[in-house]
């Protein structure tokens, strides 16, 4: 067993900044960071570059196995990259971590290790910035782990998968009872003529204090610039800011509308907004707030699609007054809401199991 620098025992790549107006239909897939989330490279929205201009890019060219790892935003997330997704090429702010020799480290331990919440939190920590946290390249060479042999590598890779598999079944749990309420959302209110989102709450968008006016030490008011905060239901407070500008108040539904376009939370407390999230108040006698989030909640990928940009999604003031809600009378909100709170104390005993195999696992 030797404690080692990653960057003694890999190499550690930095992305090149592809120009989106060179993309095409088909080609060298782009792995940028939107692609690189928790455990794994989605293929979600891909973009490429043409295949004539690979010998240009040769330093970038990804391979199978190639440990991602996010450098920007929600810093420390890393995924395998799989066979399917090449050719590839390595987007800027996303780094790749490749082992020199496979005799001495096995992917499988590396990729446990740095798919673990401790490590993910360590980048957090390492990181520069409030608002956007940016991790160096240069700091991750010189972060330091213990290597056992090759035969405990393997043993704790293999336990540390098996624990994974566990909570893969919970989150798709998780996952069937949310599609149950989109489900339920459909049945209960596909008979209702559709209301402009405007008409039935008030909507504040963010608007970002200076960075000056950041800290994290209790001072100000409590201040949510993206979907970075959200809990499961309820905003987390992170940071706070001496000079708000845009402010939501405690229970207002708070919407993601940049970079990801659509996810809820509902505010924790009295609120600065930042330019990535907007705060929605249902009006008097129009809607309720709990029926508000479960059903934007319930149209989130319908909300995202509407979203444009080639790097960053976004969604505009007059997009999110124009998103169309069920104008059903309140009693039908609440009978709505009070199943979908049923379900919610499903998914809290699913989830609370899904957190003890998370914690077993790191």
């Not at 049945?187 to 963010?206: R, S």
């Not at 319908?302 to 007054?321: Q, V």
Request: net charge positive.
């Amino acid at each position: 067993m030797i404690k080692a620098k990653l960057k003694n025992i890999c190499n550690i790549l930095n992305g090149y900044a592809f120009k989106s107006n060179n993309y095409v239909n088909d080609g060298i897939r782009i792995i940028r960071i939107t692609n690189v989330q928790k455990g794994i490279i989605e293929d979600s929205d891909p973009k490429f570059y043409p295949n004539e201009e690979e010998k240009k890019i040769q330093k970038y060219l990804l391979n199978e196995n190639d440990l991602l790892i996010s450098l920007t935003g929600n810093v420390g997330r890393v995924g395998l990259l799989r066979k399917d997704l090449l050719p590839a090429a390595l987007n800027q702010r996303v780094g790749c971590i490749r082992i020199k020799d496979k005799n001495k480290l096995n992917i499988r331990y590396l990729f446990q290790l740095l798919n673990s919440n401790t490590f993910e939190n360590i980048c957090i920590s390492n990181s520069k910035g409030i608002a956007q946290k940016n991790l160096s390249t240069e700091w991750l060479k010189e972060y330091e782990f213990i290597i056992p042999n090759m035969e405990e590598q393997l043993i704790i890779a293999e336990k540390l998968e098996n624990i994974q598999k566990i909570i893969t079944i919970k989150q798709s749990q998780l996952c069937k009872l949310d599609e149950l309420i989109k489900s339920l959302f459909v049945d209960m209110f596909n008979k209702y003529e559709k209301i402009e989102l405007h008409f039935i709450a008030n909507i504040v968008m963010g608007q970002s204090p200076k960075s000056s006016s950041y800290n994290n030490n209790n001072i100000g008011t409590p201040f949510f610039q993206g979907k970075a905060d959200y809990g499961d239901k309820y905003t987390i407070i992170k940071h706070w800011t001496t000079k708000p500008c845009k402010l939501a108040q405690k229970g207002n539904v708070l919407m993601s509308v940049r970079a990801p376009v659509g996810p809820v939370n509902i505010a924790s407390h009295n609120c600065c907004i930042g330019r990535g999230l907007c705060a929605i108040n249902s009006k008097p006698e129009k809607a309720n707030n709990e029926f508000l989030y479960n059903a934007l909640k319930a149209i989130q990928n319908e909300i995202s699609s509407i979203g444009t940009g080639s790097t960053f999604k976004a969604i505009t003031k007059n997009e999110i007054y124009n998103i169309k809600l069920p104008n059903a009378p309140i009693e039908k909100q609440d009978e709505f809401t009070k199943i979908v709170n049923q379900i919610d104390k499903q998914k809290f005993e699913i989830q609370k199991k899904k957190q003890v195999h998370i914690k077993i696992g790191g």
